[in-house]
């Protein structure tokens, strides 16, 4: 599509974290990648903007002895397609999350986010598509960027979204360096093993991929979503990594006061990615409240 390069299951794909529980499925007019497993209670597992499916491959497992899980790659994201006239709002992306879940009759009980995924959850419950009983936000990205960069950076994105050539200079350029994702993950104030990077390396050299996480970027508007928090009843936990520099730890006390049932517990030692450099201690987070005793 648009003449991008899109990740090969055969080829990326063949030593893809917890590829076994693999499938694809058509969805309101995408080809959707989802992973499957587990049995219990449904938790649905929504990734952020740039990530995939493979950002859970340690903490679904974890889960997966308690709940049956469902984890799709979304639009434009990893083995998930997208089409010109996909819509990359918020809400479009919620929409299409929502023929998804109507697709394959999953109705979660519980939503953990991560980053913008946390976003898309609370708009799937605030839009009546789903009814879960508990939303996790890991290192929610709810709030939009403050002051001028908040001011900037949307119409930054934008442009770069609507110029084709530059998906494919930006894989280009990840495809020869090799620490590209290094230093990207390393802002974000997270430390990842040699295979957690060289996932992120394969994601960021395909043009596809970058096409994907640029249009999310250049039309998410939070503004709508912030006002209506207040609205939000769905008991919600916010895990928050104490050193994310992708996103303030400050701003999750924040959302917890516009929201109706909200906590925050913060993770030490861990940034942006938390779910990934200590799956154990955000499978214990989730599960202990989805499972009090």
């Keep these: 599509m648009f003449g991008l ?30 992973q ?14 740039g990530a995939s499916t493979h950002s859970w491959r ?28 996909t819509d990359f709002t918020l809400p479009g ?21 991560h980053s913008a995924g946390a976003a898309i959850a609370a708009r799937l419950i605030l839009d009546g598509a789903i009814a879960p009983r508990l939303l996790v936000g890991i290192n929610a990205a709810m709030t939009p960027f403050p002051g001028l960069a908040g001011k900037l950076f949307p119409p930054l994105a934008k442009w770069l979204a609507a110029n084709p050539a530059l998906p494919r200079l930006f894989a280009w350029s990840a495809s020869i360096d090799r620490e ?10 997270s430390k990842l093993d040699r295979r957690g990077l060289n996932l992120y390396a394969r994601l960021l050299a395909t043009s596809g991929h970058c096409a994907g996480a640029l249009a999310m970027m250049a039309n998410w508007r939070l503004e709508p979503l912030l006002s209506d928090l207040p609205r939000l009843e769905t008991p919600t936990l916010l895990l928050v990594g104490a050193n994310d520099r992708a996103i ?4 999750a006390p924040r959302l917890a006061a ?28 989730v599960l202990s409240q989805a499972f009090p005793a």
């Design 5 to 34: 390069q899109r990740l090969s299951f055969a080829r990326e794909g063949r030593d893809w974290p917890l590829r076994e529980h693999s499938r694809f499925v058509e969805a309101g007019g995408l080809h959707w990648h989802v």
């Design 258 to 285: 516009l929201m109706r049932q909200a906590r925050v517990e913060t993770l030490r030692n861990v940034g942006h990615l938390a779910h990934e450099e200590n799956p154990q201690a955000v499978a214990r987070a």
């Design 180 to 189: 590209a994702s290094a230093r990207l993950i390393a802002g974000m104030g």
């Design 248 to 251: 303030p730890p400050a701003d």
């Design 58 to 85: 340690d903490l679904a497992p974890l889960l997966a002895g308690r709940c049956e899980i469902l984890a799709p790659d979304l639009p434009g994201h990893g083995f998930t397609d997208m089409r010109p006239d």
């Design 93 to 113: 992306v919620a929409a299409a999350v929502a023929a998804l879940l109507r697709e394959t009759s999953f109705a979660p009980e519980i939503v953990v986010g």
């Design 36 to 49: 499957r497993l587990g049995a219990g209670p449904r938790l649905l597992l929504l990734h952020g903007t």
